[in-house]
């Protein structure tokens, strides 16, 4: 029997070969296809979608989209909080 048809996006996601990860992402960065055509909205859900599924699959957590290191998210302890309004 062939490769069975993958059941979820996640799952057909986490199958696709690096260039195809490479120009979805690529088409969310740009917000347009390779030929140039926008993406609509729901293109981009699905997109962002199966990128995040791609690397989550393939990729180690440092090297997700949108990943931050641990104690690089935020001012550090020495750097007070200023409130709008409170000059």
Known sequence: MPNARPETLAAAAAELDRP????????????????????????????IEAVVAWELANLPPEEHSGFVPKGHCGPDESTPVRIIGDE
């Open 20 to 47: 195809s990860y490479e120009n979805l992402r690529r088409a969310l960065e740009l917000g347009r296809w390779p030929d140039g055509r926008a993406l609509e909205a729901r293109q981009r859900e699905i997109c």
